[in-house]
């Protein structure tokens, strides 16, 4: 291989997607004066990104979140380019971030989000850099949120024919964990709640559903239970159990 072709597969092709166009052009040249990066630049639609990861595949798409705009349709497009392309790494850049963002960033196939409003150009570099590795980029804040997603239980929602809420939310997570097979003590350690309490709660749970078994409780729930697997229900403190 020669030095010319080693030097250019160490590139890094970024494609900046933005609805402002002249913060899309700052961007893109202030990152053009660095060697190490090939730049381009589209709208923040999911059919401009598409095109142009279609015509130049880069490494890393650097989606730059309009907060003026729908955020969920901006969620949207990066999920779908996710879906379209999930081998080229996207960044999230944002203003602002809360816990719902950055969730709702990562599940879209977001590998990192850059807050431009608490660093510098030098570290955004970095960032490309790290993700176009393989890396994650996350504050210790961010990944407190996805840690406490994870460790959050889930809730199923179950309906009657009418497609009423027939329980309450910690019955819902009840059903849940019944429906993943964990027992009354598990269920119990998962909820903060004594063995009692659980056993309170699924005569509760059988009484207004017309079932009379665990069995019969998962066979309800799968047959009319939504589970929403992008919601997640928090853990009650000790204090609110019961």
Known sequence: MSPSVAADSSVIGVLIADSNRMQAQLLT?????????????CGVDTASIL???SFAPPKVVVLSL????DIAG??????????????????????????????????????????????????L??????????????????LNFLLAL?????SLRVLNSRGHQILTPREEQV??????????????????????????YLFRIFDKLGVSSRVELVLYAVKNGDPLPAEWLASPS?????
């Open 29 to 41: 040249s202030a990152l053009r004066r660095r060697s190490e990066f090939r730049v381009s630049n």
């Open 74 to 123: 901006q969620m949207a497009a990066l999920r779908r380019v996710h879906l379209s392309y999930a081998a080229v790494a996207k960044i999230l850049l944002v203003e602002s971030y809360d816990r719902e963002l950055v969730v709702s960033a990562f599940r879209s196939g977001a590998r990192g989000i850059f807050c431009i409003s608490d660093t510098h150009f030098p570290l």
């Open 51 to 53: 095109q142009a990861v």
């Open 125 to 142: 570099c970095r960032c490309i850099q790290r993700i176009a590795d393989g890396q994650i980029w996350a504050n210790t804040e961010q």
């Open 66 to 69: 309009n907060h003026s705009i």
């Open 175 to 200: 059903v849940a964990l019944v429906a993943e097979g964990l027992g009354n003590r598990d269920i119990a350690s998962e909820l903060n709640l004594s063995e009692h309490t659980v056993k309170k």
């Open 238 to 242: 000790p204090a609110s159990s019961g």
């Open 150 to 154: 994870v460790s959050e239980v889930p």
